[in-house]
């Protein structure tokens, strides 16, 4: 039998401690908030998801979602609400509400909220490690702020020039009601 989770509360939402199963409502749980890249919650506690990754995230027009980039192993997404544009394989591909996008192994990619409005967006997809991950310079990308300056394989040195990301609770106005 598969024990349940305890979920802690923080300052910054609630989290699961240990490994089993749990419910979590998404205003409820840990939010982060970059300054570059929008806000976002990965329902993660202090031990990561070992085999696949699922977060929400929400961009602003005109904020990417990260450093374009391919990994090694499939990645999926499903635009929720809002508008953006998909930047992929040195493409623009413009975006709306339940457009799903499937990534292919080493498929080159990164979302830029477009719009009048904040885009939320469902991704998933396995784990990595930090080798098996590639950051290009892409010129379709670098006139949206979202790659990087010198190709490299390490999320650390792609990342170097911003700040960390701010754990905080979530608030209100950062999910759409339905």
Same mark, same amino acid.
């Given at each position: ?5 305890? #979920? ?57 979602? %990260? ?16 508008? %953006? ?17 499937? %990534? ?14 904040? %885009? ?54 950062? #999910?759409?009601?339905?």
């Amino acid at each position: 039998m598969v024990p349940e989770a305890k #979920l802690r509360e923080t300052e910054s939402g609630l989290v699961p401690e240990g490994e089993g199963w749990f419910v979590v409502n998404t205003r409820e749980a840990r939010w982060f908030e970059h300054a570059a890249f929008g806000r976002y919650s990965r329902f993660e506690g202090d031990a990561r998801f070992p085999e696949f990754g699922i977060n929400i995230s929400v961009l602003e027009p005109g904020n990417a979602s %990260c450093m374009y980039h391919g990994e090694n192993n499939q990645e999926d997404f499903l635009v929720l609400t809002g508008e %953006c544009l998909l930047l992929v394989e040195g493409k623009e591909r413009p975006l709306k509400a339940w457009d799903f996008v499937h %990534c292919p192994p080493w498929t080159e990619h990164v979302f830029v909220g477009a719009g009048s409005g904040p %885009c939320l967006i469902l991704s998933v997809g396995t784990r990595n490690e930090p080798d098996e991950v590639i950051y290009p310079v892409a010129e379709v990308a670098q006139r949206h702020g979202g790659s990087v300056e010198r190709e490299t394989k390490s999320a650390e040195e792609a990342y170097a020039r911003f700040p960390k990301a701010v754990e905080r609770r979530f608030r209100e106005g950062d #999910l759409p009601d339905w």
